[in-house]
């Protein structure tokens, strides 16, 4: 068993996007991802199921072709090979913790 206590390891950097590897393991990945206001993961591809899921601030978020504003305490799923991306543009810093899964 492991506690993952996300308070104590979200981290900005004014100059990138914080990423941190909370487990890689081959059925399941978790990263957390800071991003200070006005940082952009761009959409990208990966064929891998996806949840998103919004820790702290507000974003708008990117699945497809569709934008989603989004807060804390919401989770978005995304199917592989679907684009995805999320940007701390609200004014807000953004933490976002990613959980993926390969596909059978």
Same mark, same amino acid.
């Given at each position: #068993?492991e506690?993952l206590?996300?308070?104590n390891?979200?981290k900005?950097?004014? =100059? $990138?996007i914080s990423? *941190?590897m909370?487990?890689? $393991?081959?059925?399941m990945?978790?990263?957390?991802m800071?991003?200070?206001? &006005?940082?952009k ?9 996806? #949840?998103m899921?919004?820790?702290?601030g507000k974003?708008?978020f990117?699945v497809? =072709? =569709? $934008?989603? *504003?989004? &807060?804390?305490?919401?989770?978005i799923?995304c199917?592989?090979n679907v684009?995805? &991306?999320f940007?701390a =543009? $609200?004014? *807000? ?5 990613a /959980?993926?899964?390969? /596909? *059978?």
């Open positions: #068993m506690t206590e996300l308070k390891l979200i900005f950097n004014p =100059d $990138k990423r *941190e909370l487990s890689d $393991k081959p059925e990945r978790i990263a957390l800071c991003l200070s206001v &006005g940082q993961l761009e959409p990208h591809k990966a064929p891998l199921r996806l #949840m899921y919004c820790v702290q974003g708008t990117t497809g =072709d =569709d $934008k989603i *504003e989004a &807060g804390e305490k919401t989770c799923l199917e592989p684009p995805h &991306g940007a =543009d $609200k004014g *807000e810093n953004l933490v976002v913790m /959980v993926v899964t390969p /596909v *059978e």
